[in-house]
C-alpha cells in the first residue's frame, strides 16, 4: 500500500506536486502546462503556499461536487486557490496580473476558480 500512498508524488514544478492536481475520488489528474506556468508565476509574486482545493475532476466527481457539466476542472484546465492569511478578494488582483483566462471570485467560501480556457475571457462571482 505504501507503493499507492506515493501515486503522484512527483515534483513538477518548484512549488507543486502533481498529487495536488489529482482528482480526490479516483486520484486521475489531467494538467496543462499553462495552468501550471501561471500558478507557479501567481506562487512567485505572492510569496505564499498556494492550496490547491480542486484541481483535475473526474465526472462522476465533478457531478458530486456540484460543478457544471463542461467544468474546465475536467479537462485540466482549472484550478480552485486559496492562500491562507489572503482574502480571496487579494488574490483576484494578482490572479488579473497573471491574466488567467477565466476567473471566478468566491468571496463568502473565500476562494478563486482559475483556468486556462481557450475561448474568451470569462470574470464571475460566485
Ligand atoms: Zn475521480
Ligand atoms: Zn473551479
Known amino acids: ?3 499507492l500512498n ?3 508524488e512527483i515534483d513538477i514544478a518548484q512549488y507543486f506536486k502533481l498529487s495536488e492536481f489529482a482528482c480526490p475520488c479516483c486520484k486521475r489528474v489531467m494538467l ?3 495552468l501550471l506556468k501561471k500558478l507557479v508565476e ?3 509574486i505572492i510569496k ?3 492550496y490547491i482545493t480542486s484541481g483535475y475532476r473526474c465526472s462522476e ?10 467544468s474546465y476542472h475536467m479537462l485540466g484546465l482549472a484550478a480552485d486557490i486559496q492562500v491562507e492569511g489572503v482574502s480571496a478578494l ?3 488582483e494578482y490572479a488579473e496580473m497573471i491574466n ?27
Request: glycine content about 10%.
Open 1 to 3: 500500500m505504501e507503493r
Open 6 to 8: 506515493q501515486i503522484n
Open 32 to 34: 496543462h502546462p499553462l
Open 42 to 44: 501567481f506562487r512567485a
Open 48 to 50: 505564499k503556499p498556494i
Open 61 to 70: 466527481y465533478n457531478q458530486k461536487v456540484g460543478g457544471i457539466k463542461s
Open 90 to 92: 487579494d488574490l483576484l
Open 100 to 126: 488567467f483566462a477565466g476567473i471566478g471570485f468566491y468571496e463568502k467560501k473565500n476562494f478563486l476558480h482559475l483556468d486556462v480556457r481557450p475561448t474568451k475571457l470569462a470574470r464571475w462571482r460566485g
